[in-house]
């Protein structure tokens, strides 16, 4: 029912503002509050800047002392402009602007550009007035970059907002900084480097327009090929990853952030707390959104060229053609130490290569052509590698030898720009002898590199680039049907809590992961030693005794894990040594008794499976080699939860421990698959029990035949923390809220849940189910099957952000087949420009068409709405969908026909109906 942009409702936002963004980047009425012709000023350069660069609007200098700035007529206040000011540019004391930007918001002014200083960077006072001028805008609906800012650039439209010395070259990257010094500097070297910029923004300090907002908005400029950024803060978290989850699919983003050394974490009372840091978490960060960090400034604008110029790699091996063998070594180390791979050489393209290489050729990779290579050489020995089934990417090497030829060879291999399918990367080494060469080579689109090793890491970081998109749109295995006792933990943790106790023991822990399906070692607690023998002798032995404190956590550092024990006698002894031992060195009330579990055997792999709290990003996942020695081998993985299986197991990859986990030495492989599932219940017990501030399970033992958590620790936040103060999750979870059991008009059961990624084999035979008519009213235009069910259009379909958007899928199990399947889907998706409305649309299968299906999933995405605080939803039917018109009008829409566009326009305010 909803025509969306392009025909395809694919992707849209749920809580996006970003449309009003267009009053900054593209006003047709500027007002330079502050505006003045004092020389060195801010406020003149300002001026001077917007007046000398013509954007296709008008200037409005706003000065109360002045009658005119620059020979343009001033005005003592934005309410006394003549005309509607689109975009105010506030060059005045921190202390007058939140009088300024409520006035701006009186008068309608959409968005403003904060260059002044001396608001949160100054300190409690700062903060309060930042705070201000929150609540004044609010008045209004306006958007405001920074305080304490460069200003903003738009060079496709000639918009210059800033005081920079001058105006950037039209390009295709979109450039944010939170320096605005850096920003200068760099915006001086891209003149040099003949860089085009399609906007540039100096953030500030992000007291309201953010990363998020930025990189949505530069998502939608046709203009942006690439977003680069440069970033000292996160700021928020969620809307960051929200932005860059989606938008990097389709163009890439590329992160430079300061401040790698900071640790975190230190404190921490888990193993887990302690093996995590704030710059490793936000290495997971940028990985689980697809964005791609680099550690060099060069490498920023670098990689943006690449990414524009030449395709993304499948994967990790590099085929490097060279004319001279030392070059060829270093861009080897540089490619491996960078997570790359050296493509074999296939059999048949061994034997191609020899048919027409000299003899001494080098007869592997790096490919060595010799030093009298010539331009047809080159040529026909980059098609013959490019065809290589085993390579995913080249790099070809000149040196400027005697014999060679820098600028005809470069000429030669223009036609494989962007004919092999394959990233094409060239290291004309040299000064003046080759610079002719590359600057062919950069017009055909192959990237050029000073050094081999340089090209190299621009491989592996556009592998990597690859690497992490794959992992968030690679459809996961089926999720398995959520069954954990929630209330069972919600019982145990509130139990706790009411005792005013913040560590859970392990028995009440292990109670807690056995509630969430993960497999625990059967465990029983003894208050005396003849209870302890009585457990021992119903498990059978030999046993192990653990500690039972709620005050100690650490049990081995205290002696309170006895192990092996084959006789009651054993189990006496062991009780009573401990017990003794603790009283001693701790407080009678520190030992409660010890928790008796069988002996297992440990012929596996010890893992640790972990979460803790980062300040910026909240819960974090941890997964790596468990044991006693953990920290001392510190082989581990972040993640954000939730997890889906193909994340789980990405996170495995990245250790040490993954490939002995896959059999080594003759050892049985274990069950991956079956790890992978546990980590997505663990995410899940972390996203669904806030209470929790850290949980380790150390080790957990796997081996082939089973998994098993040996020890498990659960420490809960503070007593005194609110409910509402606890930290919620970067990414939002799968809204569990939303799942509901319903029943057609025939009175049929039907599940109506939110979409997932696991969804998108249903979905592939949902459009395999529907008729041409179906597909015409749905999308205004017909759409053939094959492009319904390709994976790049169902990927953004499935793979929604539930902050963003919402999806329903009714769906049931087929009494033939007994497999699920998917009957209708509705949508609502948020217009852009409006605060709080969306449209909705909604898709029933033919066969389950005319049974009530589309009214219920109207009626629950309008339910939806209203739980997240939309005001009001429309659509557009078009006029011959009369099912879908009286199915609104029930439901309380106000339809309006519009003949001119042949559709009928839906409205619905929800609060008249709350």
């Known amino acids: 029912m909803k025509r969306s942009r392009g025909g395809d409702p694919a992707h849209d936002v749920l809580g996006y503002e970003g449309g009003t963004l267009d009053a900054i980047f593209r006003p047709e009425t500027v007002a330079v509050i502050g505006a003045t012709e004092r ?8 001026m001077w800047n917007l007046v000398s660069s013509p954007f296709g609007g008008t200037v409005f200098p706003v000065n109360s ?95 210059n907002a800033t005081f920079a010395g001058s105006m950037a070259r039209q390009g295709s990257v979109g450039f944010l900084s939170q320096s605005g010094a850096l920003l200068t500097a760099i915006l001086d070297r891209s003149f040099q480097e003949n860089v085009g910029f399609s906007s540039i923004v100096s953030v500030g300090t992000m007291m309201d327009v953010g990363w998020g907002d930025l990189i949505y908005y530069l998502g939608d400029d046709p203009k942006t090929k690439s977003i680069v950024v440069y970033m000292e803060s996160v700021g928020d978290a969620r809307s960051f990853l929200s932005a860059a989850r989606e938008v990097a699919l389709t163009k890439p983003i590329i992160v430079i952030k300061a401040g790698r050394t900071e640790a975190a974490g230190k404190a921490a009372a888990s193993h887990t707390g302690s093996l995590t840091g704030s710059d490793e978490v936000l290495d997971a960060a940028f990985a689980r959104s697809g964005v791609l960090r680099v550690g060099e400034i060069s490498e920023l604008f670098a990689m943006a060229e690449v990414l524009g110029k030449q395709p993304r790699p499948r994967g990790p091996r590099l085929t490097i053609l060279t004319n001279a063998g030392g070059p060829g070594v270093l861009a080897t180390d540089a490619l491996i130490n960078g997570g790359g791979d050296l493509a074999e050489i296939s059999p048949q393209t061994m034997e191609k290569l020899n048919d027409f290489l000299p003899a001494p050729w080098s007869h592997g990779n790096p490919v060595d052509v010799l030093g009298d290579a010539d331009p047809e050489r080159y040529a026909k020995t980059l098609e013959t590698a490019a065809e290589d089934p085993e390579s995913d990417g080249l790099l070809v090497v000149l040196t400027p030898q005697d014999m060679t030829d820098p600028t005809a060879t470069a000429e030669r291999l223009i036609p494989y720009a962007n004919r092999t399918g394959k990233p094409v990367l060239a290291s004309w080494m040299g000064g003046t002898e080759v610079a002719a060469g590359e600057s062919v080579l950069n017009g055909a689109g192959i990237p050029t590199f000073d050094f081999p090793d340089t090209a190299a890491r621009a491989f592996t970081n556009m592998w990597r680039y690859t690497y992490n998109l794959r992992g968030i749109y690679e459809t996961p295995e089926p999720a398995e049907e959520a069954d954990a006792d929630r209330e069972a933990v919600e019982e145990i943790i509130a139990g706790v809590r009411d005792l005013g106790r913040t560590t859970l023991t392990e028995f009440e822990a292990k109670k807690v992961l056995a509630a969430y399906g993960i497999p625990t070692v059967q465990t029983e607690v003894a208050r ?72 297992v055997n440990l012929d596996g792999y010890e893992l640790i499976i972990g979460s803790s709290l980062d300040p910026q990003f909240g819960p974090v996942l941890l997964f790596g080699s468990g044991g006693s020695l953990v920290e001392v081998y510190r082989d ?70 089973r998994l098993t958590a040996l020890d498990a620790r659960i420490v809960l936040h503070d007593p005194e923390t609110a409910e509402e103060d606890l930290p919620t999750t970067a990414i939002r979870p799968y809204p569990t809220q939303y799942v509901s059991d319903e029943e057609t008009s025939d009175g049929a059961g039907v599940r109506v849940r939110p979409i997932r990624p696991e969804d998108e084999p249903l979905m592939v035979k949902f459009h395999e189910s529907l008729s041409e008519q179906s597909v015409y009213m749905r999308y205004f235009h017909m759409m053939k099957l094959d492009q319904r069910t390709a994976h790049e259009r169902l990927t953004r379909i499935c793979f929604i952000d539930y902050d963003r958007e919402m999806a329903l899928v009714a769906e049931r199990t087929n009494p033939e087949t007994g497999e699920r399947e998917i009957m209708g889907v509705s949508r609502l998706s948020r217009h852009g420009a409006v605060p709080r409305e969306a449209e909705f649309s909604v898709l029933v299968s033919d066969r389950f068409q005319r049974r009530g299906l589309g009214t219920l999933l109207v009626g629950r995405i309008l339910e939806v709405g209203r739980a997240e605080g939309l005001r009001r939803i429309t659509a557009e039917i078009l006029l011959d969908n009369r099912p879908m018109q009286r199915i609104s009008e029930r439901l309380g829409f106000h339809l309006r026909r519009d003949t001119e566009n042949m559709v009928v326009k839906a409205e619905l305010d929800l609060y008249q109906r709350a």
């Not at 084959?566 to 009283?583: C, K, L, N, P, T």
């Not at 790890?675 to 033992?701: A, C, G, Y």
């Open 65 to 159: 002392r002045r009658p005119n700035v620059l020979g343009i007529k001033a005005y003592p206040s934005v309410s006394e402009v003549p005309q509607k000011v689109d975009l105010a540019v506030v060059v005045a004391p921190a202390q007058t602007v939140p009088g300024i930007i409520a006035e701006c918001a009186e008068a309608g002014v959409e968005g403003a550009i904060v260059i002044s200083a001396g608001f949160r960077e100054t300190g409690p006072e700062g903060m309060e007035l930042e705070e201000q001028v929150l609540e004044e805008a609010r008045k209004g609906r306006m958007r405001i970059v920074g305080p304490n800012c460069l200003g903003v650039m738009n060079p496709t439209t000639g918009l």
């Open 636 to 705: 581990r993985a972040l993640a954000l939860p939730p997890l889906t299986t193909t994340l789980a197991r990405r996170m495995m990859e990245r250790t040490r421990i993954f490939e002995a986990l896959g059999g080594v030495r003759g050892r049985a492989p274990v069950d991956v698959g079956a790890l992978e599932k546990l980590l997505v219940r663990f995410s899940q017990l972390v996203v669904e029990q806030p209470w929790i501030k850290e949980l380790d399970i150390n080790p957990l033992l796997a081996s082939p035949e």
């Open 39 to 46: 020389p060195g000023s801010v406020g003149r350069t300002i």
């Open 528 to 599: 005396t030693a003849e209870e302890a023998v009585g457990v021992a002798e119903r498990m059978g032995y030999p046993v192990v005794l653990k500690l039972d404190s709620e005050t100690i956590t650490h049990k081995t550092d205290v002696g309170g894990v006895r192990l092996n024990l084959q006789d009651a006698e054993g189990v006496r002894q062991a009780f009573e040594g401990m017990r003794s031992s603790i009283q001693e060195d701790f407080r009678p009330e520190d030992f409660s008794g010890a928790a008796v579990q069988q002996m």
